[in-house]
């Protein structure tokens, strides 16, 4: 399985030891510096102030919209740098734990009719040929238990006929081959940067830095900026800290949703 750091062109090194690398990531279309900080503070825990500077110039960016360059950057801070261990919930597709329910699959797919992504319509589902696209959970159906004990119940709103985590809430239509690299946590979105689609390795698919459609955005069936967050959170968990997760094939038959 090869390693999500792989192909990164931005390392992360704390400016007390500037040999270690800490972490990083590939530097794709619309990443900005205020995105980079936003990303370092989930994967770093700071009990103050921080700020980041180029390596090799000694510079300090700024957090703002300018696109994040490739380089070495140095994390500044006066107080303590820990590294987040929040676990990360390997995600894998298993016959064995089942589908999504049928009923989660048609509420998903006769709310948007597209890639919610690419926005792609497909244009075959009058027939009932949805062949290409994918419903996909946002939070794996497989992790229940995580969902009960974290209580991401009350994030949902219009619960699903066979409990909450199966809302039509939690679940998009994807192009089947988008589907993929989003449960792999390869592509996200960022609903705190007006829904910024997010590609953590070089974007082959042309959606890295584009935003979900405005009338998706305002269907009140869509998924919640809570569930979104949460699958952004987990992207950046695995692919930035330290060398990234292992990489894995999310259709693997011996793993699961």
């Excluded at 390693?3 to 992360?12: E, K, M, P, T």
């Excluded at 825990?45 to 180029?54: A, E, Q, V």
């Excluded at 070495?72 to 801070?77: F, G, P, R």
């Excluded at 830095?209 to 992207?235: C, I, M, S, Y």
């Amino acid at each position: 399985m090869p390693s999500r750091a792989l192909g990164r062109n931005v390392h992360i090194y704390s400016a007390r030891d500037t040999n270690t690398v800490l972490g990083g990531l590939v530097a794709t279309d619309g990443m900005t510096n205020a995105n980079f900080y936003s990303m370092v503070e989930i994967i770093f825990i700071f009990d103050s102030d921080y700020t980041l500077c180029r390596k090799k110039s000694g510079t300090t960016v700024p957090r703002d919209n300018d696109l994040l360059q490739a380089g070495k950057y140095l994390i500044n801070t006066a107080g303590s740098l820990k590294v987040n261990n929040e676990p990360w919930l390997v995600r894998t597709r298993s016959v064995v734990a089942g589908a999504p329910p049928k009923v989660f699959i048609q509420a998903v797919r006769e709310r948007d009719f597209r890639c919610v992504i690419t926005g792609q319509p497909a244009l075959n589902a009058e027939y009932g040929i949805w062949v290409g696209f994918t419903v996909t959970p946002i939070f794996p159906l497989a992790h229940k238990q995580h969902w009960a004990t974290h209580d991401y119940d009350s994030w949902i709103t219009i619960p699903g006929s066979r409990g909450s985590i199966h809302s039509v809430q939690n679940g998009m239509l994807l192009r089947t081959d988008i589907s993929i690299l989003f449960e792999a946590y390869i592509l996200s979105i960022n609903p705190d940067d007006g829904y910024k689609v997010v590609s953590f390795m070089r974007d082959a698919k042309g959606v890295a830095g584009t935003h979900l459609d405005k009338a998706f955005l305002e269907d009140p069936e869509r998924p919640t900026d809570e569930l979104l967050r949460w699958h952004f959170r987990q992207a950046v968990l695995a692919n930035m800290r330290g060398q990234g997760e292992l990489d894995f094939d999310s259709r693997s038959p011996s793993s699961k949703i």
